[in-house]
């Protein structure tokens, strides 16, 4: 009786033991579980991490963090999340750290400033989740970090009215037009001989890197080129039109020539004058250029080498403009001097006749 006694207890004794090991084990993990979810619910767990992808330069989340302006749904995804690493793999370069805010902190409204090597550089806010975590524990989020200012583009572009303008892929509508039937600048010493075409303003706000913009013309759905870009603004022109205005090559090349020696001394007014508006504002400026020419030193010959036109542009049956460039040379005690020009011309019909109504000389 004693020995099955005995084997009674050690049975006992094993499952008392194995009940014990399992409820403190049982207890460790719970107890485990619930300074894990307290740990997680300081707000200060979440700064860590913050820092923690600063420090690491994990650029796609800390671009998630960004109080930025919006972003356009216009702006290429790509183009624009290679644009956040460059930037912010730059700006991350050092060690960052974390304190509370004075004035802002408090224990429902955490509020951190972030610093990079010592300075302070950014501000983090956190915010309450509405759900709560694990054991009823409170649950903090990253609400924004403000501070690292990457500032959104405002891309205009100026267009002729009518114009189809495709934006990174995009057809722009008219809920982008900011200005409609504005006076074509371009134009503006001519207009009291022809009326010219109307011009449209399309505004594109949240953009962040350099747009692919195309433009189809109003007349002939052709597409045509960017005539100025100023900053964000970008100004396109006309369309090439027929046959009647290229023809007109020769003659621009001849006026180019005369205007060439005009300025050089080697001829008259008289002889450029022909094709000159009169009361136009080319006519007041090339009357004028005899006072002021740019050559006076004799020379023996002159010349014209590598002589272009390009960039015709069509604003009515009656008025178009082009430019031209040239190398002018002067022989001069045996040394040639050579002078690139760039020139554009706005000519104007007249009983059948084409005529220069304003110029302009541009860098060459």
């Not at 100026?158 to 982008?176: C, I, M």
Request: aromatic fraction near 14%; hydrophobic fraction near 35%; glycine fraction near 6%.
């Amino acid at each position: 009786m004693e020995k099955k006694g005995k084997g009674v207890f050690w049975k006992v004794y094993g499952i008392v033991v194995t009940i014990s090991v399992i409820v403190i084990v049982g207890v460790w993990i719970l107890l485990w579980s619930f300074l894990s979810a307290y740990e997680k619910s300081q707000p200060e767990y979440v700064a860590d991490n913050v820092i923690k992808e600063f420090n690491n330069k994990t650029t796609d989340v800390v671009t998630g963090y960004l109080k930025n302006e919006a972003v356009s749904e216009l702006q290429d995804k790509a183009s624009y999340e290679e644009f956040m690493s460059e930037f912010l793999s730059e700006y991350l370069e050092g060690e960052w750290t974390y304190t509370k805010k004075p004035g802002e902190y408090s224990k429902e409204n955490p509020v951190y400033k972030l610093k990079k090597d010592g300075k302070a550089m950014a501000v983090l806010y956190l915010k309450k989740d509405e759900q709560r975590a694990a054991f009823n524990t409170p649950k903090w989020n990253v609400d924004r970090i403000e501070g690292i200012d990457v500032k959104a583009r405002t891309i205009t572009i100026e267009v002729p009215k009518g114009s189809e303008v495709t934006f990174n892929n995009t057809v722009l509508t008219s809920q982008f037009i900011s200005e409609d039937d504005i006076e074509n600048s371009r134009l503006e010493n001519v207009k009291e001989f022809v009326t010219a075409p109307k011009m449209t303003v399309y505004t594109v706000e949240g953009i962040y890197t350099d747009p692919e913009i195309s433009v189809k013309g109003p007349v002939y759905g052709k597409t045509v080129s960017v005539d100025e870009v100023e900053g964000d603004r970008y100004v396109y022109g006309f369309e090439s039109g027929n046959t009647d205005v290229t023809d007109q090559e020769s003659m621009i090349k001849t006026i180019s020539e005369i205007y060439g020696k005009y300025v050089s001394n080697d001829a008259r007014f008289s002889a450029l004058s022909p094709y000159i508006l009169k009361d136009s504002h080319a006519y007041d400026i090339l009357r004028g250029v005899s006072n002021t020419n740019i050559w006076f030193a004799e020379h023996t010959s002159t010349g014209f080498e590598d002589m272009k036109v390009f960039n015709y542009q069509v604003y009515t049956e009656d008025c178009f403009s082009c430019e031209v460039t040239f190398n002018q040379y002067i022989i001069r005690e045996s040394s040639k001097h050579t002078y690139p020009t760039r020139v554009k011309y706005v000519f104007i019909k007249k009983n059948s006749k084409w005529y220069v109504a304003d110029i302009s000389v541009k860098s060459a």
